[in-house]
């Protein structure tokens, strides 16, 4: 059973902009570092970005960098996509993740997803 849940998804226009959030249980947000997936169909899931416990280090994917911002409000146990100048290429369900050790390794704890759709 998913502790966190992700919103925030929908479509939109080449160009646009989406916000997605996470929240979760308090002792998630207390201890780990963060991280937004995202799975294209039929694709592998890859990390976007991620963001440590306090917000110290903060690391993103290639193909997003200048576009997306990730933050977090640990008092209101929430994670953060801010998703600027977005492309079609950025369709795919996000997820959030809780628990990677590094850049690329995946947490124990996911969202259950909500669905970009960027129209060209």
């Known amino acids: 059973q998913a502790q966190l849940v992700d919103s925030g998804g929908g479509s939109v226009q080449s160009g646009g902009s989406l916000t997605l959030s996470c929240t979760g249980p308090?002792?998630?947000?207390?201890?780990?570092?963060l991280g937004w997936f995202r799975q294209p169909l039929g694709k592998e899931r890859e990390l976007v970005a991620r963001?440590?416990?306090?917000?110290?280090?903060?690391n993103y994917a290639e193909s997003v960098k200048g576009r997306f911002t990730i933050s977090r409000d640990n008092a209101k146990n929430t994670v953060y996509l801010q998703m600027n100048s977005l492309k079609p290429e950025d369709t795919a369900d996000y997820y959030c993740?809780?628990?990677?050790?590094?850049?690329?390794?995946?947490?124990?704890?996911w969202g259950q997803g909500t669905q970009v759709t960027v129209a060209s």
């Open positions: 308090e002792h998630i947000f207390s201890t780990w570092p």
């Open positions: 963001i440590t416990k306090d917000s110290g280090r903060i």
């Open positions: 993740n809780a628990g990677s050790t590094s850049w690329g390794k995946r947490g124990d704890d």
